[in-house]
Structure formats: C-alpha cells, structure tokens
C-alpha cells in the first residue's frame, strides 16, 4: 500500500469523526445535559437508549443502542461505545457490541494499515447508523428526556 492511501485513508476517517460529531449533535441537540441516560423516540417502535459512561471536561464518554423486546426480554443492539471529543468535535468509536476494542485485536503498531482499517470501518458503520437514526426522526429534544431514566 502506498504512503498516498495511507494518508487518504487518515484524512477521510478525520472527517467521518468529524461529520458523525455533527450528525450526533443533530439527533441529540442537548448530549451535554444529559446526566445520565435519556431516550429517543420515533415512528419506528424501537427506542434509541443513550447512556453516559464517564465525563470529563473535554470529553463525554457514550453507549448509544436500539431497545429490541423480544420475547419480554429487552435486547441493547448495537451497543456501541462512543468516545465524544467536544473540544476537537469529532466523535470516535471505541467499541462496538460484537466488535471488541481495536487494541484487544491488534496489538501491534506495525500494523498501522490495519489499526486504520479496522477504525475507518468501526466509524463508517456509525455514521451509516446515525443518518439512519436522522432519517426516522428520532428526537431527544424533550427537556424531560435529558434526565436520568
């Protein structure tokens, strides 16, 4: 692979970091008052669950999943881990529910080309999912939303 990909590739998930900070923003106007969870509602019958996992002053830290009730029992799909950087804005995926964590996969740093890769793809899949979640309209806007659940 030449050093032109390499750069390419780098360059296009800063700006799908970048562009999913503006689609999450989108769909949860608020995320920085939401103290603990909250819940968007749509048309569709499943709920968008959003739960805080840790807060810093620069970062939020973000499980976001669909609720499935199947069989009386509720399902967290996809449950993706978002790492939220509100100084930088961009938001990047740290985990994806049956993806495990890029540095438990790959651990070595001469696979740089594959640390990307495995990024881009982690990241592309949630920008994929909020345009998803955008199109059905699903809304956090209620004030009453922005608390705990």
């Given at each position: ?23 999450l ?5 608020h ?12 048309n ?19 499980e976001?999943?669909?609720?499935f009730d199947?069989?009386k ?6 449950a993706?881990?978002i ?42 899949f ?24």
């Amino acid at each position: 692979m030449s050093k032109l990909n390499l750069i390419n590739k780098s360059f296009c998930l800063e700006k799908i970091c970048e562009s999913n900070y503006q689609k999450l923003l989108t769909l949860v106007p608020h995320i920085t008052q939401i103290t603990e969870s909250a819940i968007g509602a749509s048309n569709s019958p499943l709920e968008l669950h959003l739960s805080v996992i840790d807060r810093a002053p620069y970062t939020l830290t973000l499980e976001l999943s669909h609720c499935f009730d199947q069989h009386k029992k509720h399902t967290f799909e996809p449950a993706v881990n978002i790492k939220v950087y509100l100084d930088a804005r961009m938001v990047e995926v740290i985990r994806h529910h049956e993806r495990s964590h890029v540095f438990q996969v790959i651990k070595s740093a001469r696979q740089s080309v594959a640390v990307m890769d495995y990024k881009w793809s982690l990241n592309y899949f949630l920008g994929q999912w909020l345009d998803h979640c955008l199109k059905n309209n699903y809304n956090f806007n209620n004030p009453a939303q922005l608390t705990s659940v």
